[in-house]
């Protein structure tokens, strides 16, 4: 593994980037880091663990990042708390988690209708967005740093057929972020529960339904097993944020080298998810379509009325948030200068 990581650093520059000199000459430093996925999740599992594995071969040891399964230091769902407080120094989360503490955090994870991987990216890197998530952050003593990408969702997995809108009135389901406010406008009732409690929710009927994640998350969770109907497109994240969560006191004493370090290691890691992504999902689907699964398409009267509460809900929360409405506006430019670009330079 270790040289596999190795050679992964090498392929993005980063001993260049950084110098093992002068890292290795740093102070040693050495965090505990709770990890919202288990470690057999698919793509986003290992990820914290690459991570720390890379930042210990960059630095020379000097910034040892312990990397812990879900619970074993914090239930998943109160890392924000924790990590915030500098009960732990930082967690391997993502921000659709953190809706209950300000909506505008899921702007800068995950949104419906929204873009794919590298258009979002741009908008975090060179439109504002990561001006306007530390910000956000920073009210609350932390510090995110993107540290992996979830590319297109399922729409869920449900154990009736879905057929017409009247359909989703009354169901019970599993949802995080904006999505949740969203079908929530449809009669649907959403809770947030952590990776590993869905599928226990699922099988004893407290929820109807959930969405998770791509096909081979979801294959590692072992939905299928329960629910028959797995539905697309993921309307609401078509591409999605991991991060890694600091405690923002924690962050500002490390060195600028050990800093840097974690950037560039999270770079690393956007790249790799990504790919590691889109390589799994092919595989992942024709397995779970052996297994069962009746893998089908929303129907578009329901995609239509999905993206109607979501013109709504957008219009509710600019009136209920100036810093949501911020950070819209933000995101709503940049992708109104970027669909000329998008419309030209691309076959779809």
């Known amino acids: ?24 000459a740093q102070e040693r430093v050495e965090w505990k880091l709770a990890t919202a996925y288990p470690s057999t999740l698919s793509v986003l599992g290992p990820a914290p663990f690459e991570t720390a594995e890379i930042l210990a071969t960059i630095t020379d040891g000097a910034l040892d990042i312990r990397v812990y399964e879900p619970g074993a230091l914090v239930p998943p769902l109160e890392t924000f708390e924790a ?11 993502a921000g659709t ?9 899921n ?35 932390l510090k995110s740093v993107l540290c992996g990408v979830v ?11 879905i057929t017409a809108v009247d359909d989703l009135k009354g169901l019970k389901m ?36 959930t969405e998770f994640s791509t096909p081979a998350a979801d294959a590692s969770l072992g ?20 991060q890694m ?7 500002n004493g490390l060195s600028e080298a050990h800093r840097t370090a974690i950037e560039t290691a999270c770079d690393a890691t956007i790249t790799r998810t990504l790919a590691a992504g889109e390589a799994a999902q092919a595989a992942a689907l024709a397995e779970l379509e052996t297994k069962g699964a009746k893998v089908s398409m929303l129907p578009d009267d329901v995609l239509a009325a999905l993206e109607g509460a979501w013109t709504d809900t957008v219009a509710e929360l600019n009136a209920e948030s100036a810093s949501f409405k911020e950070a819209w506006d933000s995101y709503s430019s940049f992708r109104e200068n970027y669909r000329r670009w998008r419309e030209v330079g691309y076959l779809d």
């Open 1 to 24: 593994m270790r040289r596999n990581i190795r050679r992964a650093v090498g392929a993005v520059g980063v001993l260049a980037a950084i110098g093992v000199g002068a890292a290795g």
């Open 83 to 93: 990590v915030g407080k500098g009960s732990i120094d930082a967690g391997y989360t």
């Open 97 to 105: 988690f953190w809706a209950g503490k300000d909506v505008t955090f």
């Open 107 to 141: 702007i800068f994870s995950a949104i419906p209708f929204g873009p794919g991987a590298d258009e979002y990216l741009a908008w975090m890197r060179h439109g504002g967005g990561l001006e306007l998530q530390d910000e956000l952050y920073a009210e609350h003593n």
């Open 151 to 161: 590319t297109p969702e399922a729409a869920g997995w449900f154990r009736k057929e």
């Open 174 to 209: 599993r949802f995080a972020g904006l999505g949740a406010r969203v079908i929530g406008e449809l009669g649907v009732s959403t809770q947030l529960l952590a990776p590993g409690d869905i599928y226990l929710a699922l099988e004893t009927g407290t929820i109807d339904a």
């Open 223 to 242: 939905f299928h097993e329960i629910a028959d109907y797995y539905y697309f497109p993921g309307w609401h994240q078509q591409s999605a944020f991991a």
């Open 245 to 251: 969560l600091i405690n923002l006191d924690a962050w």
